[in-house]
């Protein structure tokens, strides 16, 4: 069941992804996940772990602060 946040957090990272012109599985292998996994993650469907959210924000090229700026 998705949670306000995990939400929340999904769109921000298709956003941040879409704004690069990067497909999932384009984001999925910068961040060492399957194309399943983020589409789960960009959908609020599960949880991130703050360890997974750091490796996406550093294959965006973003430090883990930046990802929340704007939130």
Known sequence: MATDICVKIGRRIRVLRTERGWSQAMLADHAD?????????????????????ERIAKALGLKLAQFFEGF
Request: hydrophobic share 30%; charged share 35%.
């Open 33 to 53: 996940l399957t194309r399943e996994h983020l589409s789960e993650l960009e959908n609020g469907n599960k949880e991130i772990g703050a360890r997974t959210l």
